[in-house]
C-alpha cells in the first residue's frame, strides 16, 4: 500500500533550506505520483524552467518561451503531514473492519503517527 497518494500535504524533508535557494521545509499538495520510478511531483516544489520551441496554435496564436513547471521528487525526500497539528509525521497502516451490503471485509487503512506512538 502507497504511503503517499495524490492529493495528500507533504513536506520536503531534504535538500537545501529556503535560504539557500532550496526547497526543504516547505509544503505542498501532491499532483502526480509515479510509482514506477518512486517519485511524486508537488505543487510548488522543484520548480524548473524549460524551453519549449515557437509555434502556432490553430487560431494562429504564438505559442512557446521559457515555461516553470514542477518536475519530480523522489518519495524518500517527502513526508506526510498530518492534518491535525501541521507538521510532518510518519504513516501507519492498522487493519479495520467494513461492512459493505451485509458482508465484513478487513482492509488495511493508512493514518498519521503521532510522535512516541505504539502500535
Given at each position: 500500500m502507497a504511503t503517499i497518494k495524490k492529493g495528500d500535504l507533504v513536506q520536503?524533508?531534504?535538500?537545501?533550506?529556503?535560504?539557500?535557494?532550496?526547497?526543504?521545509?516547505k509544503q505542498g499538495r501532491v499532483i502526480e505520483v509515479l510509482a514506477d520510478k518512486n517519485r511524486v511531483v508537488v505543487e510548488g516544489i522543484?520548480?524548473?524552467?524549460?524551453?519549449?520551441?515557437?509555434?502556432?496554435?490553430?487560431?494562429?496564436?504564438?505559442?512557446?518561451?521559457?515555461?516553470?513547471?514542477?518536475?519530480?521528487?523522489h518519495v524518500s525526500n517527502v513526508m506526510l503531514v498530518d492534518p491535525k497539528t501541521k507538521k510532518p509525521t510518519r504513516v501507519g497502516f492498522r487493519e479495520e473492519t467494513v461492512e459493505k451490503n451485509g458482508v465484513s471485509k478487513t482492509?488495511?487503512?493508512?493514518?498519521?503517527?503521532?510522535?512516541?506512538?505504539?502500535?
Open positions: 520536503v524533508i531534504s535538500g537545501a533550506t529556503e535560504a539557500r535557494g532550496g526547497d526543504r521545509g522543484n520548480l524548473v524552467t524549460k524551453h519549449v520551441r515557437v509555434g502556432q496554435t490553430q487560431r494562429g496564436t504564438k505559442t512557446g518561451g521559457i515555461e516553470t513547471h514542477e518536475a519530480p521528487i482492509v488495511r487503512v493508512r493514518y498519521a503517527k503521532k510522535s512516541g506512538e505504539k502500535f
